[in-house]
């Protein structure tokens, strides 16, 4: 097997089971913090909110190491290290202060394997594989949402046949199969990505510039991130409580949006040839203003169900093309550019986590209307980022 094949192949399965561990958690975290443990809505939002400033942290720290460190793949295995060590914590030890310390202590650790999965590979590729890094890099995205499509019937079955908790010790056996995917890059000596060639003679990294049209876009893809990180908190709470469904309703809605992600994803990377990326995310944040007003207005798990078609190509344009975007930020910083990725969506999430607090009531579609206003901002900046990109 050729170097690379077998880098690509170990890449792939680490992005896929990273998507798994955050396919089986992430739909049932709500349910596991709020009705298996007791947390009230606030208290589970000022969790969710400490996780996420734990994770913009680890995300800048990471990702400035990742451009100065002699080999990314450490910090892919540290990353993969502590997000099974979390999950096991989460899933072993049933309490709300074991729950708390895994979110806010080791999870950061671990929801940054995605970015420094990405970072690791887009810096092997653009050396092993120039021509082929873009299109390369789809395809591992597609990974990460094909694990969206099997993970989420299953984790409900688990959940079902034995409770919530079951999903996470299902996202942390995943977990594990991450760091054993990670390990074995070190069987393959070429694998090795260290500090970039374009450091100069002094030994001084590029200047970390952010242009103003980024500015905006970051801005624009922060508030479609917000919209997204309440859809995946609110969406079971709404399925479940709002409309009467089960476990196995909320597992089927995600499967259902991750099947149409992928060919969508794609779809929308093939655009990207011919169209800016600033305009695909516009587009994208539009879409998903549409489908939360679908959800706002549905009386059925049915109709919530039709809803995700909307949601999928939203999401299938924004999660796939934000990565390319924001790790093209930042010139010559390819790990800190790609922090970007995880410090948008620890700010999101930590924004998601206080408007969940403060905004819920008798119904969690009111989360559903907020998500809504937020995404119409972020078309908004995103035009703006376009413009700007067009006069400079």
Known sequence: ????????????????????????????????????LGLSNAQFGIVMALSALGGAGIALLLGNLSDRVQDRRSLVLLSAIMGALGLAVVWAIRSPIAFTLAFCLLLPFGGALFSQSFSYARSYFDRE???????TMSYLRAGFTLAWIVLPPIA??????????GAAGLAAAA???????VALLWKEPS??????????????????HLPLAYRFGILGVVCGSIGLQLNIVALP???????????????????IAAAIEVPAMIGWGYLALRVSKEIILTI????????????????????????????AIAIGAFLGISISYLQDAIRGRVGLSTSLIELTNVTAAMVAAGLFAVMTGASYATLMIGAAWLCVVGAVMLALAEVVRRRI
């Open 191 to 208: 694998s090795r990505v260290g500090i970039k060639k374009q450091v100069d003679e002094s030994g001084a990294l590029p200047p970390a």
């Open 284 to 311: 994208s944040c539009v879409v998903f203003a549409a489908y939360f007003g679908a959800v706002v207005i549905a009386e059925t798990v049915l109709q919530v169900m039709f809803a995700q078609v909307l949601a």
């Open 237 to 255: 709470l709404v399925i479940m409580q709002d409309l009467g469904g089960s476990l196995a309703d909320v597992g089927l809605n995600a499967a």
């Open 175 to 181: 977990q594990v199969g991450c760091i054993l995917c």
């Open 156 to 165: 409900g079955w688990v959940a079902v046949k034995t409770s919530s908790f």
């Open 129 to 135: 594989r120039p021509a082929r890094a873009e299109i």
């Open 1 to 36: 097997m050729q170097p690379v094949t077998l880098v690509t192949g170990l890449m792939a399965a680490n992005i896929f089971l990273s998507g798994a561990a955050f396919a089986a958690l992430v739909p049932f975290r709500a349910i596991i913090g709020i009705e298996e």
